[in-house]
């Protein structure tokens, strides 16, 4: 019977014994299973905890910078109002720089027609050359068509 016996250490047997209890093979088998499925979920548990605890920092840090930016935003729009009141020449520089960023844009958007023009406009002369050569092919072709009816004629006679 000792050699069928070992002594379990899993939580539940040291709780009921601290230096553990004499289980059946089987009894030990079940008892390493359970143990390790326990430990499982328990690291499971733990992994998604911490998952958790980071996505929380990572809201919160996320949320700071957003308060940060509001607040710079304030600050510096109450900036432009205070100076505004002081120098009507900033608002004309805020103006200036708004319209340049506009004129980028529209440069921007040119450009982009440009290029899509020129890429039109290759694509129509590939098939220009490709119809010249399809023509040439033809005309080769009708002049093979002529030759042969020739060389037929000749032999005729």
């Known amino acids: 019977m000792s050699e069928n016996t070992i002594v379990c250490k899993c939580e539940f047997c040291l709780e009921k014994n601290e230096n553990g209890v004499l289980l059946s093979i089987s009894t030990y088998n079940r008892h390493r299973k359970n143990q390790q499925e326990f430990l499982e979920k328990d690291d499971v548990k733990e992994?998604?905890?911490s998952y958790q605890q980071d996505i929380h920092?990572?809201?919160g840090i996320y949320q700071q910078d957003q308060q940060e930016?509001?607040?710079?935003?304030n600050t510096y729009q109450q900036k432009i109002i205070n100076q505004q009141e002081d120098s009507p020449i900033i608002v004309?520089?805020?103006l200036i720089l708004r319209v340049?960023?506009?004129i980028k844009k529209v440069i921007m958007i040119i450009l982009i027609?440009?290029?899509i023009m020129v890429i039109i406009?290759?694509?129509m002369m590939m098939i220009m050359m490709m119809i010249m050569?399809?023509?040439t092919m033809m005309m080769i072709m009708m002049m093979m068509m002529i030759m042969m009816m020739m060389m037929m004629m000749m032999k005729m006679k």
């Open 47 to 49: 992994t998604s905890l």
């Open 57 to 59: 920092q990572q809201e």
């Open 69 to 73: 930016d509001i607040y710079q935003q």
């Open 92 to 94: 004309d520089e805020i």
């Open 100 to 102: 340049l960023i506009l």
């Open 113 to 115: 027609i440009v290029t």
């Open 121 to 123: 406009i290759k694509m």
């Open 133 to 135: 050569m399809i023509m």
